[in-house]
């Protein structure tokens, strides 16, 4: 499990490795969305994978295989609530 209160540190960290990777569609989410460039600038600043599997108290290599799982699933959902 993720350590309490850090689904942003890992979602921001799907962000960044998304982007790194080049696996985003720059093209659609550009077209469809506003503040991309500030989210990523948010999103790197969090460090690499290593740094984030840290912040939430995960293995690294698993952190990376959950990315992985995550771009590679062509229908996936997130949810998020408070």
Known sequence: PLRPG????LFHGLL???DAEG?????WVDAH???VEEALAVAHAG???GEVAKTCGLD???LEAFFRLWAGT???VTAYSQ
Do not use: N
């Open 6 to 9: 850090t689904d942003v540190a």
């Open 16 to 18: 960044a490795w998304l």
């Open 23 to 27: 696996i985003a569609d720059r093209g």
């Open 33 to 35: 969305t506003q503040g």
């Open 47 to 49: 460090g690499g994978v």
């Open 60 to 62: 690294a290599a698993d």
């Open 74 to 76: 062509p229908k996936v």
